[in-house]
């Protein structure tokens, strides 16, 4: 499986493209502005197609390609329920939007939910919910790479804001150490912005959320 890094659109969401050309398959997590047009050659190069794309959260940033993209690809959209009304009525968030974007709602095709296993690329992602910044914020986790893809949970030295509707510090707080800090401490953390990292350094220096709770 290879892991294909496009930071993309207004504030630099990263969409993360994974592709397996033994299966030809490729699954899509997030989808910013312009990703589409990074993601096409990408897949014709890997001798791909996109048959899954999966919404860590509802945010505008993160999913505003997102109707474009399901129209090209035919790709199956998955997301939690908790974020349907932001993912098909977008409008919601007009308020939070830079000023001039448009925004065009899509459906979701499947929810997911916590502990499902999600088949793809020859392998299995465990769902973990991991609300705090947004309340359908959740996580795909692939053991067997140590990779878990995040979204706006936790960055690198960092963690998502939760000033926004439907957030809250504590359960931020809850949702990481539950759900992520109990991941092994050597999984790859491939947040929604910025660099990379690892559960390990997260549990040893994030600031706001330190692995010893308090
Ligand atoms: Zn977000």
């Not at 505008?60 to 474009?68: E, G, I, P, V």
């Not at 974007?101 to 999600?118: H, M």
């Not at 949970?153 to 504590?170: H, I, M, T």
């Amino acid at each position: 499986m290879k892991i294909h890094v496009l930071p993309s659109g207004p504030i630099q969401t990263i969409g993360y493209l994974l592709t397996e050309s033994k299966t030809g398959v490729a699954v899509l997590v997030d989808a910013p502005a312009d990703v589409w047009e990074k993601v096409q050659p990408l897949l014709e190069k890997e001798g791909c197609v996109l048959k899954e794309l999966w919404l860590t959260h509802g945010h505008w940033d993160h999913t505003q390609d997102a109707a474009k993209i399901k129209r090209a690809s035919g790709a199956t959209v998955r997301a939690h329920q908790a974020d349907q009304h932001l993912i098909e009525t977008p409008e919601t968030m007009r308020a939070y939007l830079i000023p001039g974007l448009e925004l065009e709602a899509v459906k979701i095709d499947a929810f997911v939910r916590p502990g499902e296993r999600l088949a793809a690329l020859g392998r299995e992602f465990e769902v973990r919910h991991v609300p705090g910044h947004c309340p359908g914020n959740v996580l795909f986790y692939q053991a067997e790479a140590k990779v878990a893809l995040v979204g706006d949970a936790l960055f690198n030295g960092g963690v998502g804001r939760w000033d926004l509707p439907g957030g809250s510090f504590e359960l931020l707080e809850e949702s990481i150490h539950g759900q992520i800090y109990t991941l092994p401490d050597d999984t790859t953390v491939l947040p929604g912005h910025g660099p990379r990292t690892t559960v390990g350094e997260e549990k040893e220096g994030n600031p706001f959320v330190p692995g010893a709770r308090r």
